[in-house]
């Protein structure tokens, strides 16, 4: 093949998103576009709305049964992210029944070889029959068979986020399965054939919906290699990953591409259990990772937030001005702020912050705006001080809006009441991790006890009850036994005494009933509450509610710190104080990068090969007699991280940092199914249907 130029490659993949919508676009003029939230938030970061009306469509409405078009609007395009099946078929039918198309396109992200599984056609076919169907069905109910259907199949699931970072809103809460998942599938199954572990389950005995979800993003990341003439090599860690690497290796499209396909690359998928710690520790460092997470989402999206607008305009703050005003986010089109917000994602926090006074320095500089330069210190005052300028002349709030979005956004950040918890969660979790080395799990466990308390309670020593800016709450407290539990395991002994397994159970119910009491007390439900508990507002909440679902927690929390168990090498994330230098966190996927680019190109046993077929299986029962290489990770110019459950913006910065250390040539493009703020862990081990994930049908 071919050797591409230097950015040839990851720009490939970041430009691949756009080449999908371009189908889309192709289709939308003089039509009503119907967009499910999870298409809208992929083409949130592929250029927004405005692209589908510069492309000519009249309006954008959200899919939904209770929207409709009116006489004078006789096309409809429709845009889903599952299959044409069930519910999506009858909201399609809903709306098509009290509007007057004659003309009307559907794009489904699922492709049509899912399609046919699900109506368990398992021979290959010529056309799309599901689909052809699906148009007479259209024309049906436009009510003239002459009118116009088209039906067809688009993957627009990748939403570039950064030059680094691909992430697929369709699959955001597809997320490894856990201890309580393996409990339910064993109880489906026979005594003799129940697996012993989560490594020994196959996509044979997944629920339908999980296996429909996997072959569903096995068959898009087909459809991304197709489009950048990759040919891929499969590694995989963890059982989930191993499940979805898999199926891509043994899709009959994929097998005819790499036959062909130009441009070698690796792709290592690697299961977000499989460091936790990581996840949900507040050590990142990260202006982006604290922007995520103090500002409110945007509606419907899982990554992207709402930044007020107020201080570029002329209006009073009033409790209506958040209606007049639409929210700015952090997704831009302007070259400025997107290398701003790179900037942003894959720095450290004061580096972060300095580039955004920098740029907003620069942008007013150009704009001739008086600008006061100063050192020192960035503060919020002074960064909005900054963005105010702005306001006096439109055309430099035109051409500097993506900059001055991400100015505010960093600003209300750096001034947000609940920022000071963002440090109190950090030394917590330093305090326990150095504990961890010189006592048991117990010991350490029982440390956080006396913080549950509910908030806000009369406490003798400080002043008043007034809520302290920086004291925990519930979903702090969630965090913190997470990070614990998912070190358990590293810092035990391995013969646990059944004295020792009393205490434990004993302090668990002890800290059952104490986080109980603090939910229940709560004056407000937090997002992660409220799918906790399936509450959403605090009147709705019993005891016994609240208890369950505290109880169901602490059972998931037992089984995250064996998560590594099956892993010869790469088994522990933790390294205890030797007297001289503190405890440490391991961050997982540095430990992977250093493998993969040792100089020795060792063979880990933990990264697993996974290609298709038997050819590769004749192939090693020869190798006693040829001498056979297995493919190494680190052989190819291009290697794809994809991280299932998530990954975090400080986990960009450390994938570039150990990049640039040990291998400054490669070019590494990371993949995921969402972008990660620490709060969103717990909502997907303890608030989501892992098993069977909401298809649509």
């Not at 604290?290 to 409790?319: A, C, F, I, N, Y």
């Not at 590293?490 to 434990?504: G, I, N, V, W």
């Amino acid at each position: 093949g071919y050797t591409p130029g230097k950015m040839l490659a990851t720009e490939e993949f970041t430009r691949f998103p756009l080449l999908m919508w371009e189908k889309v676009l192709s289709k939308v003029k003089k039509s009503v576009v119907f967009m499910d939230d999870k298409c809208a938030e992929a083409l949130h970061w592929s250029g927004g709305a405005a692209t589908l009306l510069e492309a000519g469509a009249r309006n954008l409405k959200q899919f939904s049964s209770f929207e409709a078009c009116g006489v004078n609007e006789p096309k409809a395009v429709f845009v889903v992210s599952t299959l044409l099946k069930g519910r999506t078929v009858d909201i399609i039918k809903d709306i098509i029944s009290l509007s007057h198309f004659q003309y009307c396109v559907v794009f489904t992200t699922v492709a049509h070889s899912v399609h046919l599984l699900v109506n368990k056609v398992t021979t290959e076919m010529e056309g799309s029959p599901v689909f052809e169907q699906f148009e007479e069905k259209l024309c049906e109910w436009m009510g003239n068979m002459n009118y116009t259907a088209e039906v067809m199949h688009v993957p627009v699931v990748f939403a570039p986020v950064s030059q680094q970072l691909i992430v697929a809103p369709p699959f955001a809460h597809l997320f490894p399965l856990l201890s309580p998942d393996l409990e339910a599938i064993n109880e489906k199954r026979p005594e003799k054939r129940r697996f012993a572990s989560l490594n020994d389950i196959d996509m044979h005995c997944l629920p339908a919906e999980l296996q429909i979800e996997v072959k569903s993003l096995a068959s898009a990341l087909n459809s991304m290699f197709e489009a950048t003439g990759t040919r891929e090599e499969s590694f995989a860690l963890g059982p989930m990953s191993r499940i979805i690497a898999g199926e891509l290796a043994n899709l009959p499209q994929a097998k005819n591409r790499r036959k062909t396909a130009p441009n070698k690359a690796s792709i290592i998928f690697v299961d977000r259990t499989m460091d936790l710690t990581g996840a949900v520790g507040h050590h990142g460092d990260n202006l982006v990772e604290k922007v995520l997470t103090m500002l409110k989402l945007l509606p419907g999206h899982v990554t992207d937030v709402q930044v007020d607008m107020l201080e570029l305009t002329s209006l009073h703050k009033t409790p209506h001005s958040k209606n007049i005003l639409a929210p700015g986010c952090l997704a831009q089109i302007q070259s400025s702020a997107r290398s701003l917000w790179d900037a942003m994602l894959t720095s450290k926090h004061k580096e972060g912050v300095i580039e955004v006074r920098r740029q907003l320095v620069e942008a007013a500089s150009k704009e001739n705006l008086p600008i006061k330069m100063s050192m020192g210190r960035v503060t919020p005052e002074q960064l909005c001080s900054y963005i105010q300028l702005f306001r006096s002349s439109r055309g430099a709030l035109e051409s500097h809006c993506g900059v001055l979005q991400l100015g505010l956004a960093t600003a209300q950040t750096l001034r947000h009441p609940s920022l000071p918890r963002w440090d109190s969660c950090l030394a917590f979790e330093r305090l326990l991790l150095q504990a961890l080395g010189d006592a048991d799990f117990p010991a350490v466990l029982r440390q956080l006890l006396p913080l549950m308390k509910p908030r806000g309670v009369e406490d003798t020593s400080a002043s008043g009850s007034r809520l302290r800016e920086d004291e925990l709450g519930p979903d702090e407290l969630i965090l913190l036994l997470v990070y614990l539990y998912s070190l358990a395991d590293e810092t035990q002994p391995a013969d646990h005494d059944t004295e020792e397994e009393e205490e434990l159970e004993k302090l668990e119910r002890d800290l059952i009933g104490a986080l109980t009491l603090v939910i229940s007390r709560e004056k407000e439900l937090s997002p992660l509450l409220q799918k906790l508990t399936g509450c959403t507002n605090p009147e709705e909440l019993t005891a016994e509610r609240v208890h369950s679902a505290v109880e169901k927690m602490f059972k998931t929390l037992r089984g995250l710190s064996s998560t590594r168990n099956h892993l010869k090498q790469l088994r522990s994330i933790y390294t205890a104080s030797d007297g001289i230098h503190q405890a440490t966190y391991r961050p997982f996927l540095r430990q992977i990068l250093e493998e993969v680019f040792h100089p020795d190109r060792r063979e880990c046993p933990d990264i697993e090969h996974m290609s298709g077929g038997l050819t590769d299986l004749l192939k090693t029962g020869f190798s006693m007699f040829m001498k056979v290489s297995r493919p190494h990770p680190g052989d190819n110019p291009l290697l794809l991280l994809f991280m299932v459950g998530g990954v975090t913006p400080s986990e960009l910065r450390l994938i570039k940092e150990t990049v640039a250390t040990h291998r400054p040539g490669t070019q590494v493009l990371v993949l995921s199914t969402r972008l990660l703020r620490p709060t969103d862990i717990p909502e997907l081990l303890f608030g989501t249907q892992r098993l069977v994930p909401d298809i649509g049908v």
